[in-house]
């Protein structure tokens, strides 16, 4: 299993251009989860999916849209970037909480280095 | 709101002292606590993960527990090694139909040869 796998790792965008962040886990997560950290910052959760076709936003969603048609990928787009949106992108899967027994963990990709100017 | 707090942010050691890092977290309702490792520049790697059920958690050097009543978790890295030199993440998740994590800023460590 290659687990999650990201792509650009790198980008740099002008102010106002747009872009898509790929993300694609072979590991049959229901959930999936898109993450952006600050330079001294903890991650925070931008959007999430709980399953193809249902995505939902999380703390810090302006300015990034998401879709999910299958269970392997949910892209990250961003439109008319800003200097804000200037960070590093995780993405993350797991299951779903199952039974007692459950351990529900997290697995992240390597990231995208996002500069925008 | 929940909030995870790491302290310190930051800690120098020299090679071959036992340590420990500290997470606090302001709601005790978790599902479960990891705690990830992050090297400049690149992604995290999971370490350990504590169910709410569940005191301590061991992996090698590496013993993480949890005292859900007091909202604590704590990392106790034995014998460090200028190689465990990294950013330390404590995450807490509370499960339900979201069941993201919630993450503190991090422990920068830095172990001296």
């Known amino acids: 299993n290659a687990g999650v796998t990201q792509t650009p790792k790198f980008r740099i965008l002008k102010i106002g251009q747009s872009m898509t962040l790929q993300c694609t886990q072979d590991m049959n997560h229901n959930y999936m989860y898109w993450y952006r950290q600050d330079p001294g910052m903890g991650l925070k959760l931008i959007y999430y999916?709980?399953?193809?076709?249902?995505?939902d936003k999380g703390e810090v969603p302006n300015g990034y849209n998401v879709s999910r048609s299958t269970t392997e990928d949910f892209p990250l787009r961003l439109e008319l970037a800003a200097p804000s949106q200037t960070s590093v992108y995780f993405c993350?899967?797991?299951?779903?909480?199952?039974?007692?027994?459950?351990?529900?963990?997290?697995?992240f990709g390597p990231g995208t280095r996002l500069t925008v100017t | 709101k929940q909030e995870v707090t790491q302290i310190p942010a930051a800690l120098s050691v020299p090679e071959g002292e036992n340590l420990v890092l500290n997470c606090s977290f302001t709601?005790?309702?978790?599902?479960?606590l990891q705690w990830f490792r992050q090297d400049p520049g690149k992604g995290l790697t999971s370490l350990l993960l504590?169910?709410?059920?569940?005191r301590e958690q061991t992996s090698g050097r590496l013993n993480a527990s949890l005292d859900k009543s007091s909202g604590r978790s704590t990392l106790y890295i034995a014998a460090s090694q200028p190689g465990d030199s990294a950013t330390y993440l404590c995450?807490?998740?509370?499960?339900?139909?979201?069941?993201?994590?919630?993450f503190g800023k991090g422990t920068k460590l830095s172990v001296k040869p």
């Open positions: 504590i169910q709410s059920s569940q």
């Open positions: 995450a807490v998740s509370y499960g339900g139909s979201q069941g993201n994590l919630i």
């Open positions: 999916s709980v399953g193809a076709g249902i995505t």
């Open positions: 709601d005790s309702a978790i599902y479960n």
């Open positions: 993350a899967s797991s299951y779903p909480p199952v039974g007692t027994g459950a351990r529900y963990e997290q697995y």
